[in-house]
């Protein structure tokens, strides 16, 4: 079946640091692949996706490139701020549903 | 409104008893999702609905868990007598079809059996 594996947290780093979120995926065919971010008490926000190989998305200075040969789909941010204190969730969608991997806690301390 | 809207936002019920959410999906959306996330926890999908084909009822915990669409629209989450590691965030989420549109995420019904 379809699954997403990402690097378990909590990271904690420091403002203007580079963030690095490893997603790796394993689905028949070539899924969709998405970031969604979940801020402190709010719901979950589409963040980036990408719906093909060598397709990069990005979206609040946040990039993910989707490497087929690595079946990756890796978050990063070359320098982070408070305000990007959240739960990371990378999520493939193939056939019927969107899976999800288990959710990464980034901190980001002044 | 615009977004995906999920009723009611907390409830705390009673062990044994049933409960019902509500999703108001985006309108025109004809897929539709649940999903629960229990504390610190990830996203366990429950079922998915897409436009009047037979639902993947496939994530669905136990028989006590059970969800309808009615008209394509409006979607209920049943769960009879609720038992204490039921209590999570019940999503809900829609799209205009699977498999590369974006999903959009209702706010959550906080759900806590005691």
């Known amino acids: 079946g379809n699954s997403v594996t990402q690097m378990e947290g909590p990271v904690t780093l420091s403002e203007e640091a580079f963030l690095t979120i490893n997603c790796t995926y394993t689905?028949?065919?070539?899924?969709?692949l998405f970031w969604y971010v979940q801020y402190p008490g709010e719901g979950l926000q589409l963040l980036l996706k990408?719906?093909?190989?060598?397709d990069k998305g990005s979206n609040k200075g946040f990039e993910a490139t989707y490497r087929k040969e690595t079946t990756s789909f890796h978050l990063e941010k070359g320098s982070v701020q408070v305000s990007d204190s959240a739960v990371y969730f990378c999520?493939?969608?193939?056939?019927?549903?969107?899976?999800f991997g288990g959710g990464t806690r980034v901190l980001v301390k002044p | 409104g615009a977004g995906v809207s999920q009723s009611p936002s907390n409830k705390v019920t009673e062990k044994g008893k049933d409960v019902e959410l509500r999703c108001d999906p985006i309108?025109?959306?004809?897929?539709l999702y649940w999903y629960r996330q229990s504390l610190g926890q990830g996203l366990e999908f429950l079922i998915y609905?897409?436009?009047?084909?037979?639902?993947?009822k496939s994530g669905l915990p136990s028989d006590r868990f059970s969800a309808e669409r009615t008209g394509g629209s409006v979607s209920t989450l049943t769960i009879q007598r609720t038992q204490q590691e039921d209590s999570a965030v019940y999503l809900c989420?829609?799209?205009?079809?699977?498999?590369?549109?974006?999903?959009?995420f209702g706010e959550g019904s906080w759900l806590t059996v005691v």
């Open positions: 990408a719906t093909k190989a060598d």
């Open positions: 999520a493939g969608a193939a056939g019927n549903k969107l899976t």
């Open positions: 309108s025109g959306h004809t897929a």
């Open positions: 989420a829609s799209s205009f079809r699977d498999r590369g549109n974006t999903i959009y």
């Open positions: 689905a028949t065919g070539y899924p969709s």
């Open positions: 609905f897409q436009g009047n084909s037979a639902p993947d």
